[in-house]
C-alpha cells in the first residue's frame, strides 16, 4: 500500500498510481529534499551530486537576476560563498507534486528558508515560495536540471540575505 502523500501526489497528475510511479516520485522527492540538506549542512560536493551538469536557473523574484542557463558548479560555488560558515541557514520544504514524463518529470512544491547571520542588526531572513525542480533521467540516476523559485513573501534583516560573510 502507498502512503497517502505518494497517492496524493501522483493523482494529482492524472496518471494510474503504479509502483514505478511511486518509486520515482519518492526518488525526486529525496532529491529535492536532499538539495537542501546539503545545502544547510554545508555539504557542497553533496549538493552538486544532485545536479546535471548545467541546469537552468530562475531565482529572479528573489535576486532579480534574470533566469540563465549556468553550469552546476557555478551555482554550487554561489551558494557556498553567500552561506559560508558564518551565516547558518535552513531551509524546508512540503507539498510536493510531480508530473513524470517518460525520463523528464517537474516537481512544484512550497517552500520555507531562512538565513540567520549576526552583525548587522537583527540576525534573521526569511523567505516563502513556491519551488519548481525540473529532472532529467541519466545514465547516473536523476539529476535536476531546472530550479526556479517564486517568492511569496520576505521578512527580517536583507542585509542578512545580501551579505556574503567572511569565512
Known amino acids: 500500500m502507498l502512503p497517502s502523500t505518494l497517492a496524493f501526489v501522483l493523482l494529482a497528475q492524472s496518471a494510474p498510481v503504479t509502483a514505478d510511479n511511486a518509486a520515482t516520485v519518492a526518488e525526486l522527492t529525496r532529491i529535492a529534499d ?17 545536479f546535471a551538469d548545467r541546469i537552468q536557473v530562475d531565482f529572479q523574484s528573489l535576486s532579480g537576476q534574470p533566469a540563465a542557463e549556468i553550469a552546476a558548479d557555478d551555482l554550487i560555488k554561489a551558494w557556498s560563498t553567500n552561506l559560508a560558515a558564518a551565516k547558518t541557514s535552513f531551509h524546508m520544504r512540503t507539498n510536493h507534486m510531480v508530473t513524470i514524463d517518460g525520463d523528464r518529470a517537474r516537481m512544484t512544491s512550497a517552500g ?6 549576526a552583525g548587522n542588526g537583527e540576525p534573521l531572513w526569511e523567505v516563502w515560495g513556491t519551488y519548481t525542480h525540473d529532472f532529467a533521467r541519466t545514465p547516473q540516476g536523476w539529476r535536476v536540471t531546472g530550479m526556479k523559485l517564486e517568492v511569496a513573501h520576505q ?3 536583507f542585509w542578512v540575505r545580501d551579505t556574503v560573510p567572511r569565512g
Do not use: E, Q, S
Open 155 to 157: 521578512r527580517g534583516n
Open 34 to 50: 536532499g538539495i537542501d540538506r546539503a545545502v544547510d549542512a554545508k555539504d557542497w560536493p553533496g549538493a552538486r551530486a544532485f
Open 112 to 117: 520555507y528558508a531562512w538565513n540567520r547571520m
